[in-house]
């Protein structure tokens, strides 16, 4: 089992920046990879970044590339997930996941944070 839980969401004004943190706890060496994903209302989740605990390259949605960077502190068993640049097209709930692959597939990863709001406004 691993355990998840975001922080760092809220409300930001079009340009600005947040930095969420995914602070992981429990088996983390048996589900490798960690992604963000993010989901609108009335939208589908959708995947954000994804990266893992051993350094594998990071992956990017094309929305979000250039703008957010994900990152990892493993001696904390945290990830990062730094916005800049935020547009209110990324308003939604952030979530945070973990799983034995390295995908952009939601159902690929096992494990889910209980999701933290970031409303961006215009």
């Known amino acids: 089992q691993v355990q998840l839980a975001e922080s760092g969401g809220g409300l930001v004004q079009t340009g600005g920046s947040l930095t969420l943190s995914c602070a992981a706890s429990?088996?983390?060496?048996?589900?490798?990879?960690m992604g963000w994903f993010r989901q609108a209302p009335g939208k589908e989740r959708e995947f954000v970044a994804a990266s893992t605990w051993t350094g594998n390259m990071p992956r990017y949605a094309d929305s979000v590339k250039g703008r957010f960077t994900i990152s990892r502190d493993n001696a904390k068993n945290t990830v990062y997930l730094q916005m800049n640049s935020l547009k209110p097209e990324d308003t939604a709930v952030y979530y945070c996941a973990a799983g034995p692959l390295w995908t952009i597939r939601s159902q690929d990863y096992a494990y889910w944070g209980q999701g933290t709001q970031v409303t961006v406004s215009s």
């Open positions: 429990g088996r983390t060496f048996s589900s490798p990879a």
